[in-house]
């Protein structure tokens, strides 16, 4: 799915375990990682300065990826100091970055200043993909169980669809990545669309038909691609839906975007708002300028 991959870590989200795990990550198509930290400024005195034993520090524990490193697969690791947004940002643009793997604690994450969060304000000045691991998931992992996520981080993507323009620009951005890629680690997609049963309006029948018929047409372009493709329409809650369907069906991600220019607009009594603080799933964000 992605060739070059970005992994920011605080080294309280976790994530710092995948330096043990390039091998995995390879596996999964990555062909170049940049492991990522920011340390903060020295800001004792007058002048705000480098902390210069924190960065060297952060070093030597990102080092260990670069031992674990197999071939075909390079790695980098990048340690700024500052504004840590405009860092990873800026970090993203110099190597190309595909995707952003962060790290976050989603527990109530309406409270955090209404996505006031590092990872949630990074999808505001990025067009580039964003994949939330949870780090409490992150943590229980075993060596084994670890290695197997890191080998199908985006093997089998589950997708709400609602038919908006969000939903059309991800099917084409799965379209083009299928495309430009020749190493197929994306296996399996699931198009998933529930209508409210507590909607009002156009009779549901009508409703299931129509949305029917549209992931007809995906499902034969995205087979077409190579992508195994599954869709399913079904009345009632969607949050609910989404969940059990996740569990059933044993997915990589849940897979989702949104309107990067007015975030808050989108994600407000949005079903991507209601994933993020009740999944556990990992989930991979397309931010989009309409």
């Not at 210069?52 to 100091?81: C, R």
């Not at 808050?264 to 999944?279: C, D, K, P, R, V």
Request: proline share 3%.
């Amino acid at each position: 799915m992605f060739n070059k991959c970005l992994i920011c870590t605080d080294f309280t989200d976790n994530l710092q375990r995948l330096v043990d795990f390039v091998p995995s990550l390879a596996k999964s198509g990555l062909k170049e990682i940049v492991f990522f930290h920011n340390v903060s400024l020295w800001e004792e005195g007058e002048i705000p300065r480098i902390d210069q034993e924190k960065v060297e520090e952060a070093i030597a524990k990102l080092a260990k990826a670069k031992s674990s490193a197999v071939a075909g697969i390079e790695v980098k690791i990048e340690v700024t100091s500052g504004r840590i947004l405009d860092n990873i940002v800026k970090t993203a643009q110099k190597y190309h970055s595909e995707v952003i793997l962060v790290g976050t604690s989603l527990k109530n994450i309406l409270e955090e200043k209404l996505f006031g969060s590092i990872t949630l304000e990074l999808t505001k000045k990025t067009s580039i993909p964003v994949m939330i691991l949870r780090p409490q998931l992150i943590a229980t992992y075993t060596v084994e169980e670890l290695s197997l996520r890191c080998e199908h981080l985006w093997r089998y993507f589950l997708i709400p669809y609602k038919n908006e323009t969000a939903d059309h620009y991800l099917i084409e951005k799965i379209k083009e990545y299928l495309t430009k890629n020749s190493k197929k680690s994306l296996e399996k997609c699931f198009l998933l669309s529930v209508i409210d049963d507590a909607g009002r309006g156009i009779p549901l029948e009508y409703k299931v038909q129509e949305i029917s018929q549209k992931l007809v047409q995906i499902k034969s372009e995205l087979q077409t691609l190579g992508l195994e493709t599954m869709t399913e329409v079904l009345a009632g809650n969607p949050l609910k839906e989404v969940l059990n369907t996740a569990l059933i069906y044993d997915i990589s991600c849940v897979t989702i975007a949104f309107n990067s220019n007015n975030f808050l607009e989108s994600m407000i009594g949005n079903l991507g708002t209601e994933i993020l603080q009740n999944s556990w799933f990992p989930i991979l964000f397309f931010p989009f300028k309409k």
